[in-house]
C-alpha cells in the first residue's frame, strides 16, 4: 500500500492543474474579462441547445454537380472537334454520358485521340494512383464519353471545398459572431451559429448557389415556339417570363464588387456591382453593338432585370433593380461579393434554439445537477460515515477534472452532456462502493487495516476494470454512430468513465492510506449511520428461478406486443419533418393554431401543450419533395403562427429531411447491435461461454423492456432515447459483471460446493453492493427525471426504469439462466463419462 513521492507529487500536480483549468467556468464572461492577465479565460464551450443558436447542415448536390460537369465536357468536346474542322452528325447528353455520332472512321479515329487528350489524371500522383477523370471509348459510328468515379470524386471534393469557403465568406458578410463553419464527410458542410434566432434568411443566403450570368434577350419570339438556344425563363419577383438565350454573354465571375444601394431618381434599393478590367471590356463591347436590345441578368435560372440598353456602357459598372426591399439587395449584394457556388447546397437538417429557452435549461441543470449530487454524497455518508465522506472528495474532484478536460478538449457541452455529467455522478460512486464493501468483508474476517486495505483494492480493481471497459464500449460506439448533442453526452460519459479509476481508486487509495496511517488503526470498521441491507444475507433467491424467468418473458413478450402496437412514438430525428417549439404572447387558442396550420395543407399536423398554457409544441410531417419542400413548409408554418400573434417567441425550430433521418435511425440501431455485441465478446473472452450466454439473454430481455416503456408512456424515441437505452444495456452489463465476478471468484474457492448453494452465496455477498449502486444512480437521475421537463424526459424517465430492470435482471434472470446452463453441462459431462466408463465393459 507504499506510494513513492514521485507519485504522489503527480496527483497533486493533476488535481491542482485541474482546479486552475476548470476555475474559469465558475465566473461570466464579463467578470473574467477583469480578471488579471494570468489569471486562465477559457471556458467550456456550450452547445446551441444551451446558449441558443442555429444549426444547419448542408449537403452538396451531386447530381446537379455531374449534369454540370457533362454539360462543360459536351461544350469543350464541341470547341476542341470544331477546331480541328471535324463535323459529327450529332454530339449530346444521353443519361449519363455524351455520345458523338461520325460516320467517316478517319475523321472518328483523329476525334477519339482529341477527346483521350481531354482527359486530365486526378488522385495522388506521387503514388502512382492517378486516373481519368474522363473515359473515352468508341463503338461502331459512336464515341462515347463518360465520367469515371475518380473524376467524380474529385469534383465533388473540389466542390466541397470551394463551397467551404464561399459559405464562411457569406456567414461573414452577415455577421454572426463566432461562426462553426466545417466539413462533414464528403459531401457535407456543418454551419452553426450562436445567438441567431431565425435562420430564414441565412438558409436562403447559404442555399443560394448565386450563379449570376448576363444573357441577351431573343428577338421576335412568337407564340410558345421557341427558337434552339432559347428558354423562358421567369422573373424572380413577377413570375413574368423572358425568352433568354442559352449562349452566356458575360459571365458573373467578371464581377469585382456588388453593394446594395438607392437609385439617385427614384430612391429604391438597388444593387450596383461593378467589373474586373476583362469584364469591363466585354460589357463595354457587348453594350455596344446590342444597343436598343433587352440585357436579362439571370440569377440562378430567375431573371433579376430585364433593362433594355439604351447606349454603350463603358464604365464597367451598372445596377440591378427591381422590386426589391432593402433586406432583398443586401443579401443580393452578399452573394454576389462572395462568389458563385459551384454546385448547389441543400439544407438537409436545421435546428434552431432561442437564447431564452438556452438559459433555462442551464438553469434546470445546474439545480438538477446539484440536487443529484447532494442526494448522492448524503447517500454515500449514510451508508459509509467517515469513509463515505473520503468517496464524496473523490466524487468532487472527479467533477472537477471532468469540466477542465472538457475545457482543455475544446469539447462542447450539450443538454444531454450535462445529463452525462449527472449519471457520472452516480456511476462514479459505483468504484468507491465496491472498495468499501471489500474491504468491510476483509475487516469481518480479523485482517488488519492496512491489509484489509490491500485485500480490499486489489479484488475490487477487476470488477471496476470489467464494468468501466463495458460503459466505455457502449459509450465510444455511441460517439461513433451518434451526432450532435448526442455526442456531447458520449464525451461526458467517456471522460467520466476514465477519471473515475483516477479518483474513485487512485486519489481515494491514498487518501485511504493516509488515514489508517496517521490514525495508527488496527482495524478498520466501516459502520452505516443508517443500515440498508442486513450485514449478512442469506436468501434463497434461486428458489424462486422459475418465477423470475417467467415473469421477465411475459413483461418482455407485452413489451413486443406494445412495440407492434401502438409502437414507437419515433421522434424527428428518426422520420423526419418539423418540430417547432414557440411561446405565444397569451394562453394559446389550439383551436385556432390546428386551423391555421390545417389551411396551409402540409399534412398531418399535431399540436401538444407543454410546461405552461403558452408554451405549444408543432410537429408537421415529412414533406414530399425532398429537403427544398422541408424548408418552405417550415417558412409557412413560422409566417403563419406570426400573422396570428406577432409577437410569439420561436423557442425551438428542428427541420430534419428524409435524407438524414434514414441515416440517423440506420446509425441508431446499429450503435445499439454492434455495442450489445462488443459486449458480449468481452465478457466470453474474460469469463466462459455460459456465462456470455446468461448475459446475451438477458440483455435482450432488459433492452425489450426498455424498448416496451417507451411505447407505454408515447415518449419520443430519437438520439437521446438512443443515448438512453445503451447506457441501460451498459449499465445492465455492467451490474451482471459484478455479480459473475464474485461467481467466478467463489468457483475458484469453493471447488465442491453445489452451484446452485454457490450462486445463492455470491448474491448475497454482492447483493447491497447492486442495491447501493442502483440507489445512487437513482438519487443522481431523479431530480432531472422530475424537473428537467420534456428536453430530458426522454432520457432521466427510461433511465430510472432500466436501472431497476437491469438489478433485478442481474439476480432473478442473469444468475438461473447461469444454473441452468451449470446443470446442463454437468449432467452432458457425468452422461458422456459414464458412456466412456461402459464402453469397456460392453467390450469385455
Known amino acids: 500500500m507504499k506510494t513513492s513521492r514521485w507519485v504522489l507529487m503527480t496527483y497533486a500536480a493533476i488535481i491542482l492543474a485541474g482546479i486552475i483549468v476548470a476555475l474559469p467556468n465558475l465566473f461570466t464572461a464579463r467578470q473574467l474579462a477583469a480578471m488579471p492577465a494570468w489569471f486562465p479565460k477559457h471556458q ?9 443558436g442555429s444549426h444547419l447542415v448542408l449537403e452538396v448536390d451531386a447530381a446537379a454537380l455531374k449534369a454540370d460537369r457533362l454539360r462543360s465536357v459536351l461544350d469543350d468536346a464541341r470547341a476542341a472537334l470544331r477546331k480541328e474542322r471535324i463535323s459529327p452528325q450529332s454530339a449530346r447528353t444521353v443519361g449519363d454520358a455524351i455520345v ?7 475523321q472518328r479515329a483523329k476525334a477519339l485521340e482529341i477527346l483521350q487528350a481531354m482527359a486530365v489524371p486526378v488522385g495522388n500522383l506521387a503514388l502512382g494512383g492517378a486516373q481519368a477523370d474522363i473515359a473515352v471509348a468508341s463503338t461502331a459510328d459512336q464515341i462515347k464519353v463518360t465520367l469515371t468515379e475518380a473524376g467524380l470524386r474529385d469534383r465533388l471534393d473540389a466542390a466541397l471545398q470551394q463551397s467551404l469557403e464561399i459559405v464562411r465568406q457569406r456567414v461573414d458578410q452577415v455577421g454572426v459572431a463566432e461562426p462553426t463553419i466545417q466539413r462533414v464527410g464528403s459531401d457535407r458542410i456543418l454551419v452553426q451559429l450562436p445567438g441567431l434566432q431565425d435562420p430564414t434568411r441565412l438558409r436562403e443566403l447559404l442555399g443560394s448557389t448565386a450563379k449570376m450570368d448576363f444573357h441577351m434577350v431573343a428577338n421576335n419570339v412568337e407564340g410558345d415556339r421557341l427558337p434552339p438556344g432559347v428558354t423562358m425563363l421567369p422573373d424572380a419577383k413577377t413570375g413574368q417570363k423572358y425568352p433568354v438565350e442559352d449562349r452566356v454573354t458575360l459571365s458573373g465571375e467578371r464581377l469585382a464588387d456588388a453593394r446594395a444601394g438607392f437609385d439617385q431618381r427614384t430612391h429604391e434599393p438597388i444593387v450596383s456591382f461593378r467589373f474586373d478590367s476583362i469584364g469591363a471590356r466585354q460589357f463595354a463591347e457587348i453594350t455596344s453593338t446590342n444597343v436598343g436590345r433587352p440585357f436579362a441578368i ?19 459598372s451598372g445596377q440591378i433593380s427591381g422590386s426589391f426591399t432593402v433586406e432583398d439587395t443586401v443579401v443580393l449584394s452578399a452573394l454576389l461579393r462572395a462568389g458563385a457556388l459551384p454546385a448547389p447546397l441543400t439544407v438537409i437538417e436545421e435546428r434552431t434554439v432561442g437564447p431564452d429557452l438556452g438559459g433555462d435549461v442551464i438553469q434546470m441543470g445546474i439545480y438538477t ?8 454524497v448524503a447517500f454515500m455518508v449514510a451508508l459509509y460515515g467517515m469513509w463515505g465522506m473520503i468517496a464524496n472528495v473523490a466524487l468532487l474532484l472527479h467533477l472537477i477534472l471532468t469540466f477542465s478536460a472538457l475545457t482543455l478538449l475544446g469539447a462542447t457541452l450539450t443538454l444531454p452532456g450535462i445529463a452525462g455529467i449527472i449519471l457520472g455522478i452516480g456511476l462514479g460512486v459505483d468504484a468507491n462502493i465496491l472498495i468499501n464493501e471489500r474491504i468491510r468483508e476483509e475487516s469481518k474476517r480479523g485482517v488488519s487495516a492496512m491489509a484489509a486495505l490491500d485485500l480490499g483494492f486489489k479484488r475490487a480493481y477487476s470488477t471496476i476494470i470489467d464494468a468501466s471497459v463495458t460503459s466505455l464500449i457502449a459509450t465510444c460506439l455511441l460517439f461513433m454512430f451518434g451526432s ?13 468513465t476514465c477519471l473515475s479509476l483516477f479518483t474513485a481508486v487512485a486519489v481515494v487509495r491514498v487518501i485511504m492510506t493516509e488515514v489508517v496511517r496517521r490514525r495508527r488503526m488496527k482495524t478498520i470498521n466501516i459502520h452505516p449511520l443508517i443500515r440498508f441491507v442486513p450485514d449478512k444475507t442469506s436468501i434463497s433467491f434461486m428458489n424462486a428461478r422459475f418465477l423470475g424467468i417467467a415473469m421477465s418473458i411475459m413483461l418482455s413478450l407485452a413489451s413486443i406486443g406494445l412495440f407492434i402496437k401502438p409502437g414507437l412514438n419515433y421522434g424527428i430525428d428518426f422520420k423526419g419533418g418539423i418540430q417547432v417549439e414557440i411561446t405565444t404572447s397569451q394562453p394559446a387558442d389550439l383551436a385556432q393554431l390546428r386551423s391555421t396550420l390545417g389551411d396551409l395543407d402540409l399534412g398531418e399536423v399535431a399540436l401538444q401543450q407543454i410546461g405552461g398554457d403558452k408554451d405549444v409544441l408543432i410537429r408537421v410531417q415529412r414533406q414530399d419533395g425532398g429537403e427544398t419542400a422541408q424548408t418552405a413548409a417550415v417558412a409557412a408554418v413560422k409566417s403563419a403562427v406570426q400573422k396570428l400573434d406577432p409577437s410569439v417567441k420561436f423557442e425551438r425550430t428542428e427541420v430534419v429531411g428524409p435524407k438524414v433521418s434514414g441515416e440517423l435511425a440506420r446509425s441508431g440501431v446499429l450503435s445499439v447491435v454492434l455495442a450489445g455485441l462488443a459486449m458480449l465478446v468481452y465478457i466470453w473472452w474474460r469469463f466462459e461461454w455460459n456465462f456470455a450466454i446468461g448475459a446475451i439473454v438477458t440483455l435482450i430481455l432488459d433492452t425489450t423492456k426498455a424498448v416496451g416503456f417507451f411505447a407505454l408512456l408515447g415518449l419520443d424515441f430519437n438520439l437521446t432515447a438512443i443515448a438512453a437505452l445503451l447506457t441501460i444495456i451498459g449499465y445492465s452489463l455492467n451490474d451482471k459483471v459484478v455479480v459473475y465476478d464474485r461467481m467466478r471468484e467463489n468457483l475458484r474457492l469453493f471447488k465442491k460446493m453445489p452451484l446452485r448453494q454457490l450462486i445463492d452465496m455470491s448474491i448475497n455477498q454482492v447483493l447491497a453492493r447492486c442495491l447501493y449502486t442502483s440507489s445512487a444512480i437513482l438519487l443522481s437521475m431523479l431530480p432531472m427525471a422530475i424537473w428537467g421537463g420534456s428536453a430530458v424526459e426522454n432520457f432521466a424517465v427510461p433511465m430510472v426504469f432500466g436501472v431497476f430492470v437491469a438489478t433485478t435482471s442481474s439476480i432473478f434472470i442473469a444468475a438461473p439462466i447461469l444454473l441452468l446452463l451449470g446443470d446442463w453441462w454437468q449432467h452432458h459431462r457425468e452422461r458422456g463419462e459414464a458412456a466412456t466408463k461402459a464402453l469397456p465393459a460392453a467390450k469385455g
Open 44 to 52: 467550456v464551450t456550450l452547445g446551441l441547445d444551451l446558449q441558443g
Open 100 to 106: 458523338i455520332n461520325i460516320a467517316d472512321e478517319a
Open 298 to 316: 439571370v440569377l440562378d435560372g430567375k431573371v433579376l432585370s430585364a433593362p433594355v440598353i439604351r447606349e454603350p456602357i463603358t464604365g464597367g
Open 369 to 376: 445537477g446539484i440536487a443529484g449530487f447532494a442526494l448522492v
Open 484 to 496: 450532435g448533442p448526442v455526442r456531447g453526452f458520449a464525451i461526458t460519459m467517456i471522460l467520466g
